[in-house]
């Protein structure tokens, strides 16, 4: 079965501080897609990221898929109170319908 | 706008009750999915359907079932609710290929007590 590890299970900052989110797998996938949840929702699309080596920005938010289509990284800068949430990342091949999922990272940012 | 929609989002249903949880999506997509979400563990994929009237076991299957009678429509059902299925049940659905957008509902809160 394939994993993905996400770290860290928890992290909770001061408003403007930066931060890091990593998922890392032995396997390769075609594609990795980040999640945000808020309390009492479900998760909502951030960003899929493709190609090996692919650099997405989204406002303070930078996502990076590993060269090796192995591993993603979630970057924020300057975290604000409105980015706390758990944060998820998945793992799609083609030859399944399903994708992988990180445990999840949640994200607590203190004004 | 894209939509799933769960059709509860809190629920108490005593031990050995029978519980549907009913899940519709406005999107036409073909791959519908239940997850159940608990602190720690991630989302687990109990059942997940591709098609109608198609359904196949994810990573934790028992003690659940399905049904996906119409394609907008996919239902999970506890036949006999036990405690440890207490958690919060995640409905979603996507076009066919893995790599699409995942589309989640809202959520639906089960306590079994």
């Known amino acids: 079965t394939q994993l993905l590890e996400q770290s860290p299970q928890f992290l909770s900052i001061q408003e403007g501080e930066n931060l890091t989110v990593y998922c890392n797998s032995s396997?390769?996938?075609?594609?990795l897609q980040w999640y945000r949840q808020e309390p009492g929702e479900g998760p909502v699309l951030l960003v899929t990221?493709?190609?090996g080596g692919e650099v997405k920005k989204l406002k303070r938010l930078t996502f990076q898929f590993g060269d090796a289509r192995k591993d993603s990284s979630l970057h924020i800068t300057a975290a604000q109170p409105g980015d706390t949430g758990l944060y998820l990342c998945?793992?799609?091949?083609?030859?399944?319908?399903?994708?992988?999922w990180g445990a999840g990272t949640k994200l607590i940012i203190k004004p | 706008d894209v939509k799933v929609t769960q059709s509860s989002r809190y629920l108490v249903k005593r031990t050995g009750e029978k519980v549907f949880l009913e899940c519709v999506q406005d999107?036409?997509?073909?791959?519908m999915f239940w997850y159940r979400q608990d602190p720690g563990l991630g989302l687990r994929l109990i059942y997940f359907s591709y098609d109608v009237k198609m359904k196949e076991k994810g990573d934790i299957p028992e003690g659940y079932s399905v049904s996906r009678e119409k394609k907008e429509r996919f239902s999970l059902i506890l036949e006999s609710a036990s405690t440890n299925q207490t958690s919060m049940y995640l409905c979603?659905?996507?076009?066919?290929?893995?790599?699409?957008?995942?589309?989640f509902g809202e959520g639906s809160w089960l306590t079994v007590v």
């Open positions: 990221v493709v190609t």
């Open positions: 999107m036409d997509h073909e791959n």
């Open positions: 396997s390769v996938f075609s594609s």
């Open positions: 979603a659905s996507s076009l066919s290929r893995a790599g699409n957008t995942i589309y």
């Open positions: 998945a793992g799609a091949e083609d030859s399944n319908y399903q994708l992988i």
